[in-house]
């Protein structure tokens, strides 16, 4: 059985911690994401939380924004200033040591943006100046910096770090890195990456957003994605939009994207296989639960 987990962003209302986990394991969802949506806590207090609820019976990922810091920031690991570049490396080296702590195996990160940032009132990013790094410069930050920062983490052979696809801007414009497979391709094969165990998630929405504006077959995108690094996919996130915008909006039964699921039946360094996890927000706990059966259908 292929695990689906459930991002506690999908949960509508209060994003508590005690909130949000009890009312998922009331409604017998024990897979659960955590992300960028809750207060800050401090790290002990998190450790105890974590490992209390996976006394419960609870399996954990972590991602992205996660461990929430105390004070907003953009995580971009290809920013230029020295300052949000050692903040975003803090965050990643929070969240895998965390992990370590809880036992928790997947940790996965958005890999970084061609252009500087700030983050607004509403959580969402304002991208600045006129400056855009290349794809290629991108390349040359992980070439230069990655492979140490990784050998820092000190990972374990139960704890995995990955980097997760992004997507253009709604005009088309882009100040994203890892959007098509070419890029993906040239990412991994870099030497300084390829020797490491780094992973690849593959956000379903993102993609859509992605093959719509850049013009690719998306299908083609997953196809490739498995051929060349099928060994490396430990998770897929789902979520509809308007490929334009990633509204995180629920899914239905003629989504693309269930269909598309059928493709990582074979995927996966982890023991058990790539696993899923359901990322649309706004949603009731009975709307959650109808969409992870109607997932579950499709991959089990």
Not at 264 to 279: A, I, Q
């Amino acid at each position: 059985m292929r695990k689906i987990f459930v991002s506690t962003a999908c949960l509508k209302g209060d994003k508590s911690y005690n909130r949000v986990l009890n009312t998922y394991l009331e409604a017998g969802i024990k897979n659960i994401e955590l992300t960028g949506v809750h207060p800050h806590l401090e790290l002990n207090a998190l450790k105890s939380l974590i490992n209390t609820y996976k006394s419960k019976g609870i399996d954990f990922t972590f991602h992205n924004y996660f461990p929430p810091p105390k004070k907003p920031i953009v995580l971009n690991y290809l920013s230029k200033n020295d300052i949000d570049k050692k903040n975003s490396e803090e965050i990643i080296s929070t969240a895998m040591k965390l992990a370590k702590d809880t036992n928790t195996s997947i940790y996965a990160y958005h890999p970084g943006y061609l252009r500087e940032a700030d983050m607004n009132e509403k959580g969402y990013f304002d991208f600045k100046g006129s400056s855009r790094i290349s794809f290629e410069e991108g390349l040359k930050i992980y070439k230069s910096d990655f492979n140490d920062f990784y050998k820092k983490l000190n990972l374990d052979d139960n704890t995995f770090l990955g980097v997760e696809n992004l997507f253009p801007n709604p005009d088309g414009t882009n100040d994203s890195f890892l959007c098509t497979f070419d890029e993906i391709k040239n990412f991994f094969n870099l030497p300084e990456i390829n020797s490491t165990k780094l992973c690849l998630l593959i956000d379903l929405g993102h993609l859509a957003i992605s093959s719509n504006l850049l013009k690719f077959d998306r299908m083609e995108f997953i196809e490739k994605c498995i051929k060349n690094f099928g060994d490396r996919i430990f998770e897929i996130h789902i979520s509809n939009n308007d490929e334009f915008k990633d509204l995180h909006s629920r899914i239905t039964k003629d989504s693309w994207q269930l269909e598309a699921l059928k493709y990582f039946k074979d995927t996966g360094m982890l023991n058990g296989g790539t696993v899923f996890t359901y990322e649309s927000r706004g949603l009731t706990i009975d709307q959650i639960v109808k969409d992870i059966d109607l997932i579950n259908s499709k991959i089990n």
